[in-house]
C-alpha cells in the first residue's frame, strides 16, 4: 500500500524501494528512515544454564553481558567458518535471544538444536514468525519515537534495550541497526505491525520519516562496512579473516571453533577483508576480480556506488599483505582493469 516495488528474498516478498534507493539513503544519513525488516529471525533461549549455553555458541561474551545489553558476535563451526552473524540480547539472567540472519532462520535453529544436544536445562524457541522488526535509523530517529511517546529514546545508550510501550502495543526497543547511523530496533508481536508502522509514520512526519527499502538498506550498510552474510562471511570464513576481531574473545575460548580460528590465524597466511575505493569511473560488484598487475589477488564480495562520496566503494577478500589501507589494486569489470586503492574502514 505504500507503493514499494516487492521482490523475493530469503523466502519473502521484501520491499527494495518506495521513491527510489538514492533519495531513501540521504534521508537516512539526513533525517530518518523505516525499515520493515520482520524477515529477521529471533531465537530465543531460556533455563538456568541458558548464559553458559549461549557463551560455547558465540564468539563474543555472553558472562559479562547485562540485563538490557546486546552485543553482536558470530556463531562458528568447529573448522571456525561462520554459521551466521547475530545480535545477542540479555532479556534476564536466565533468558537471551538471537537475533538471526533471515536466510539462516531454519540453519541457525537446527545448529543451536544440535549443540544443544538434548540437554534439558536449557529451552530452545524460533519465535520467528511471531515477531515483527521495524527499524527507525538515522540522525532524527531519537525525534521519532520522542514524538510517539517513547521515552526510553533519550535514556538508551548504544546497544542497549528497553521493554516498554509504542501506542498501545508491548515493544522491546534496542538502540542498534544496519545502516552505520543511529537508530533503534522494534520488536513487536506480528499481528501489531502494521498499527506500529502506521503510528511511526504519523508521529515521525515531523522529522521527515519515510519508509526505506532493501535497496538503500544495502547502500547504507556497505558505507559502514558492515559484513552482509553470503558476501563478506559464510561457513568457510574466519570471523578474523572478516576483521571482526574485536567481537571475538579468543583468548578466552570456550566457544564453537575457537580453535580452528586461532590456528587459522597464527598460520598467518589466509586472506583478508579490505574496503577499496575506485579511482575513476566504473561501479564494482559482487564476484569481480581484485588485480594487481597481471595477477588476480582475490574478489569483490560487496561493491556499489556511495551516495554520500559519490564515488563508487567496495568490500573484497585479498591476501594480508593487499589489505591494508593505501596499496594501488585494480577491479576487473568486464575485462577492464579499472584502478583502485585499499582504504580504512567504515567508508563513511
Known amino acids: 500500500e505504500a507503493g514499494a516495488r516487492m521482490v523475493p528474498f530469503a523466502g519473502f516478498s521484501m520491499p527494495v524501494q518506495y521513491r527510489g534507493i538514492l533519495e531513501e539513503h540521504r534521508n537516512v544519513r539526513e533525517r530518518a528512515g523505516l525499515f ?58 536466565d533468558e537471551l535471544f538471537l537475533c538471526v540472519n533471515a536466510a539462516n532462520i531454519d540453519k541457525d535453529r537446527e545448529w543451536i538444536l544440535a549443540q544443544a544436544g538434548g540437554r534439558t536445562d536449557v529451552e530452545i524457541s524460533d519465535e520467528s514468525d511471531d515477531t515483527a522488526l521495524l527499524a527507525v535509523q538515522g540522525p532524527r530517529a531519537a525525534d521519532v519515537l520522542t514524538a510517539a511517546r517513547c521515552d526510553e529514546a533519550t535514556t538508551l545508550r548504544r546497544f542497549t ?16 541497526g544496519y545502516t552505520g547511523s543511529d537508530g533503534f530496533e522494534v520488536y513487536a508481536p506480528s499481528e501489531a505491525a502494521v498499527k506500529l508502522w502506521e503510528l511511526l509514520l504519523r508521529c515521525g512526519s515531523d522529522a521527515g520519516l519515510a519508509p526505506a527499502g532493501l535497496g538503500a538498506r544495502d547502500t ?37 571453533g575457537a580453535e580452528a580460528i586461532g590456528e587459522r590465524a597464527r598460520a598467518g597466511d589466509g586472506p583478508r577483508l579490505t574496503g577499496f575505493v575506485l579511482e575513476g569511473p566504473g561501479v564494482a560488484r559482487a564476484g569481480h576480480e581484485i588485480v594487481r598487475g597481471e595477477r588476480v589477488i582475490g574478489r ?41 586503492r585499499t582504504c580504512q574502514t567504515p567508508f563513511v
Open 36 to 93: 520493515d525488516v520482520s524477515h529477521m529471525g529471533q531465537i530465543h533461549l531460556r533455563g538456568p544454564d541458558a548464559g553458559v549455553f549461549a557463551e560455547r555458541l558465540v564468539t563474543c561474551r555472553v558472562d559479562t553481558l547485562r540485563v538490557g545489553r546486546v552485543r553482536y558476535g558470530c556463531l562458528c563451526n568447529e573448522s571456525g567458518g561462520v554459521v551466521d552473524d547475530v545480535t545477542i540480547y540479555r532479556r534476564a539472567e
Open 161 to 176: 534495550f528497553a521493554t516498554t510501550r509504542l501506542g498501545e502495543v508491548s515493544v522491546l526497543i534496542s538502540r542498534t
Open 220 to 256: 547504507l550498510r556497505l558505507e559502514a562496512a558492515l559484513p552482509l552474510y553470503g558476501h563478506e562471511l559464510d561457513d568457510t570464513t574466519s570471523p578474523l579473516e572478516a576483521g571482526l576481531d574485536r567481537f571475538v574473545k579468543l583468548e578466552r575460548g570456550g566457544f564453537i
Open 300 to 340: 569483490v564480495t560487496s561493491g556499489g556506488h556511495s551516495p554520500t562520496l559519490k564515488q563508487s566503494i567496495g568490500l573484497g577478500y585479498v591476501p594480508r599483505a593487499f589489505a591494508d589501507a593505501g596499496n594501488e589494486i585494480s577491479v576487473r569489470v568486464r575485462n577492464r582493469d579499472l584502478p583502485a
